[in-house]
């Protein structure tokens, strides 16, 4: 018999503790593969945040670091710096690399230091209970703004790609989804440009995920889906921010 | 040398090849030499956007196996106090230097040791403890990175060099007085995220949600910070046999207190000289013991009185334990110092 489909050797053989309908499953086997797929696995340090996906940790299956809360990009920088032929990506939430994490994103793009992150905007703060994030839309409800987030109170949602792309400094921003089939096949094909981009050290790249979140959100997972494409890319649109491959063709 | 340029040159012989700081004075002369050194001998020199962003630069060159340091002042020790303890908490080594001005806030850039208690009391949140020494001469600001990164890698935990704005500024004559090590001959060690080519995935963190786990893995911290209490605790004693009066002081104070010492040696007073080397560990056997014959104990710091504590641990206030400190950033002289020896020998009459 045939084995069409299993589990990335990239990912290890453990339960992951995520809710169902998470994107963070979908976007973690998308890595699992690709750190197989492209013979990296082997030379790969991964940064685990601090939130949902602290335990990122025990499920890729490579070097990983689990450093303070949004200073992956600063912990990345030491260890691409310290062994330059390392492959090196931080994986982080929107109130890691949004929220106190801003500093670090914002400089580590400004340096183009040749590193991968992948960003995970679910609009919430997850591991926490479901409090106010720096990317929570207008109006959306949370445990810190129940009446919904009022602009004047709280302020607007920060738009990552968007600020980073007034930087000249990174090669390559994008913003894609894991809502439906065929958004799980666009982020599969902007993190393999970003890994590879890491690997022809070319500099800084970015993948922005807009990942469901049901449990915070108060949705069925399914309801999560369909609210990403009613509200979430309204706000926070698709598409490459940066790609300096293409401005250099 | 200028102290500052001393330490760069110690940190470099010691074979680091990292260094991530963020300006701050008074201590912008090793930033600044360090950018020029590492471009020359091919090391790696980041200017970050912050000290937050520098002492994680060092987690992760640290964890990835090299050896890593920053210095900074005051100010920006204390943002970097988080990342400290994560290292601490993930059992790695790396070295940061504290020029230390005078505090707190953005208090001024004299010299003072107002961050004793910071420095070895852990300084961050959680249970542990850094590694400190304190040097007082540019010839041991040279010498102590590299005994700094020997012991930070014997026991898997950060070091820190406590100096001051006097030490950085100050010139003196160095000697290089062993040999540059080549970072190439230093070992992989056990932790270092190299990439997992033919071993087990490595992990290096400070957490664990396991019931009871991170209970067991402080156990197990403690340990290793008894062996270090045991082991290696440094200090030099001058004149202490027979005296009728032992002066404690670090850094900055010893120098001066070794100037008072004179001048009371010169009247045929009986003064003594202990100055701790390791803060962290603190030298407390040697105070234990000369607590059972010394009377009167004398500490000078430049601060309102933090070491004083652990000398009255150390002592078990058998002795009487004198006090003399100037804080935000005063410095004492050697004749203030002698009025307060005066003061105390007349009265021990």
Known sequence: ?????????????????????????????????????LDIRERAVGIAPVGCSVFADEYFNCDMIQPPHGRGPAVSTGIKRARPDSFVFSYQGDGDLAAIGTAEIVHAAARNENITIIFINNAIFGMTGGQLAPTTLPGMKSTTSVQGRDVKKHGYPIKICELLAGLDGPYYLVRTAVNTPKHVINTEKAIKTAFVNQIENKGFSMVEILSMCPTNWGLTPIQSKKWIDDKMIKYFPLGEYRNRAKEEK | MYGNHAIVEGVIAAGCRFFAGYPITPQNEIPELMSIRMNEIGGVFIQTESEIAAINMLFGAAAAGKRAMTSSSSPGISLMQEGISYIAGADIPVLVVNVVRGGPGLGNIAPAQSDYYQATKGGGHGDYFTITLAPNSAQELYEFPKLAFELAEKYRNPALILADGLLGQMMEPVEFTYEAVDPDTLPEPSYALSGCKGRERRVVRSYDLKPGKLEEMNWQRLKKYRKIQEAEQRFEATACDDADLVIIAYGTCARVCDAAVRIAHAKGQKVGLLRPITLWPFPNKIMADMSKKIKNFLVVEMNMGQMIDDVRLATECRSKIHFHGRPGGGVPTPPEIYEKIQTILGGAR
């Open chain 1, 1 to 37: 018999m045939t084995q069409l489909f299993g589990r990335p050797q990239g990912l290890t053989d453990v339960l992951q503790r995520y809710c169902p309908g998470c994107g963070h499953g979908i976007v973690h086997r998308i890595i699992g593969d690709l750190l197989v797929k």
